[in-house]
C-alpha cells in the first residue's frame, strides 16, 4: 500500500508477529514473517516435533492415567461390595436383634404373669394360715379357757373336799368317843 503523498515504503505491525512490506512503484517486495530467528518451515518443523512429542507423552500418560483410573475403579468396586456386605451383615444383626428383644419382651411379660400369679398364691396363703392361726390361737384361748375353769372347780372341789373333811372330822369327833371307835374298828377288823 502506498502513501499518495509520499513514495514512501509503509510498516504495518500486527500483533502475533512483525510483516514488514516494502513496495516499490508498481513492484512489491515481500518479507517473510519469522519468529524467535526462525524461518516458517522451522517453526511448522518444530511445532510437529512439539505435537508428536506431546501425542506419544500423552499417550503413556492416557494408558497410566487409565491403569490409575483403573486401580481406583477396581479398588471402588472392591469398596462398594464390602459395603454391601456390611450392610447384609447389619441388616442380619439388625433383625436378629429385634428378634431377641421381641423374645425378651414375650419373656418379661411371661416373667410377670408368673410374678403375679406367684404373689396371688401368697396372698392366698398368706391369708389361709393367718386365718388357720386365728382359729388355732382361738382354740389355744378356748383350751386355757377350759383349763382355768376346770382347775377353778378343781380347786373348788379340793376346798369342798377339804372343808369337808375338816367338817366331817369334828362332827366325828363331836359324835364318836373312844369306845364308840373300838366297836368301830372291831367291826371292820371282823369284816375282813
Do not use: C
Amino acid at each position: 500500500m502506498a502513501n499518495p503523498s509520499t513514495d514512501l515504503p509503509e510498516v504495518i505491525a500486527t500483533d502475533a508477529a512483525q510483516t514488514e512490506a516494502v513496495v516499490d512503484m508498481g513492484a512489491a517486495k515481500l518479507v517473510e514473517p519469522s519468529l524467535w530467528g526462525l524461518e516458517p518451515y522451522q517453526i511448522v518443523s518444530v511445532s510437529m516435533l512439539v505435537l508428536l512429542l506431546l501425542a506419544f507423552g500423552l499417550g503413556k500418560v492416557h494408558k497410566t492415567i487409565a491403569g490409575g483410573l483403573d486401580s481406583k475403579i477396581a479398588a471402588i468396586k472392591e469398596q462398594l461390595e464390602e459395603a454391601k456386605q456390611l450392610r447384609a451383615e447389619a441388616e442380619a444383626l439388625r433383625t436378629e436383634y429385634a428378634d431377641k428383644i421381641a423374645g425378651a419382651e414375650k419373656d418379661a411379660e411371661a416373667m410377670l404373669e408368673n410374678a403375679q400369679h406367684e404373689a396371688d398364691a401368697i396372698l392366698e396363703k398368706a391369708e389361709a394360715d393367718s386365718k388357720a392361726m386365728v382359729e388355732r390361737r382361738k382354740r389355744m384361748a378356748e383350751d386355757k379357757i377350759a383349763a382355768a375353769e376346770r382347775e377353778a372347780v378343781e380347786d373348788v372341789r379340793n376346798r369342798a373336799v377339804t372343808a369337808a373333811t375338816g367338817a366331817s372330822r369334828k362332827l366325828i369327833a363331836e359324835k364318836h368317843d373312844a369306845e364308840a371307835d373300838k366297836a368301830l374298828a372291831d367291826k371292820l377288823i371282823a369284816g375282813i
